[in-house]
């Protein structure tokens, strides 16, 4: 059964950075393309930024030019990192395949970013 950890979420001053960090276990991991997620208080889950097995990039408009996200297909980590961060980043983040059938969704990471 694939487990997905994410960490590294915590509360930041506009202008921050964070590094969020997926760990996944249960599964070849390099075989899936993944992706990062949010969901904010009463909004839907949002997808947030993803990456090939091979490491090509996507990313959501307004992430593009402030988040980056990597992936260590050896660690079976992925990670996102967040610079310039605004209240509207303000959500939980989760890991995730980026099609279905998606893995069990796991517990997210807190992202708080205040003005």
């Known amino acids: 059964q694939v487990q997905l950890v994410e960490s590294g979420g915590g509360l930041v001053q506009a202008g921050g950075s964070l590094r969020l960090s997926c760990a996944a276990s249960?599964?070849?991991?390099?075989?899936?393309?993944m992706a990062w997620y949010r969901q904010a208080p009463g909004k839907q889950r949002e997808l947030v930024a993803s990456?090939?097995?091979?490491?090509?990039?996507n990313y959501a408009d307004p992430e593009k030019g402030r988040f980056t996200i990597s992936r260590d297909n050896a660690k079976n980590m992925m990670y996102l990192q967040m610079n310039t961060l605004k209240p509207e980043d303000t959500a939980v983040y989760y890991c995730n395949r980026i099609v279905l059938p998606y893995f069990d969704w796991g517990p997210g990471t807190q992202v708080t970013v205040s003005s």
């Open positions: 990456i090939t097995r091979y490491g090509g990039t």
């Open positions: 249960g599964t070849i991991f390099s075989r899936y393309t």
